[in-house]
T-cell receptor, first 113, second 113 residues
């Protein structure tokens, strides 16, 4: 079946440093890939999604490229801020899984001043 | 825009008790979901429903029942609460299709005493 594997947290970074959260996936279909972000006390919300292979998604300085050959969708940001502290989830959905999305285990990011 | 409202925010019950969580959405979305969130395990799908009166089991449906009596509401029942089931339960909805964004509620925390 489908699966999503991402960097185990927690990850602690200083403000201004760069972030990479690794995400790898397995599926036999042609997925849409998602990054969601969850702030304390809130539900997850979409950061961005990419429906097509070899395309890049971005939002709020975060970006990820849908790499079909490597089956990866790593999240990157050049310079993190304290306000980026949150849990980040990689997810996929495809026609094989019906209409639901399969999530990774989440990566908790803490950015310190 | 719309909103997903989950009630109650905290649900406290005794071991063996049947407990119900409720979710309402005003997006007019067809598909609704219940995910369970455990630290280090990410989001795991319990049940979903693609239309009124439809129910589909997810990976974690054992020990749970669900009900979709109206398009706007989706409830989840823990049939016999156990202490190892203490977690946050997230309701979500989407307009349908494998590439559509999920919109989440803020979550309900289950506490078993």
């Amino acid at each position: 079946g489908d699966s999503v594997t991402q960097t185990e947290g927690p990850v602690t970074l200083s403000e201004g440093t760069s972030l990479t959260v690794n995400c790898s996936y397995e599926t036999k279909q042609y997925p849409t890939l998602f990054w969601y972000v969850q702030y304390p006390g809130e539900g997850p919300q979409l950061l961005f999604k990419v429906p097509k292979a070899n395309e890049k998604g971005s939002n709020r300085g975060f970006e990820a490229t849908y790499n079909k050959e490597a089956t990866s969708f790593h999240l990157q940001k050049a310079s993190v801020q304290e306000s980026d502290s949150a849990v980040y989830y990689c997810a996929l959905s495809d026609q094989g899984s019906g209409t639901y999305q399969r999530f990774g285990t989440g990566t908790k990011l803490q950015v310190v001043p | 825009g719309g909103i997903i409202t989950q009630t109650p925010k905290f649900l406290i019950g005794q071991e063996g008790q049947k407990l119900t969580l409720k979710c309402q959405q005003n997006f007019n979305h067809d598909t609704m979901y219940w995910y369970r969130q455990d630290s280090g395990k990410g989001l795991r799908l319990i049940y979903y429903s693609i239309t009124e009166n439809d129910l589909q089991k997810g990976d974690l449906s054992e020990g749970y029942d669900a009900s979709r009596e109206k398009k706007s509401s989706f409830s989840l029942t823990v049939t016999s609460a156990q202490k190892n089931e203490m977690a946050v339960f997230l309701c979500a909805s989407t307009g349908g299709g494998s590439g559509n964004t999920l919109y989440f509620g803020e979550g309900s925390r289950l506490i078993v005493v």
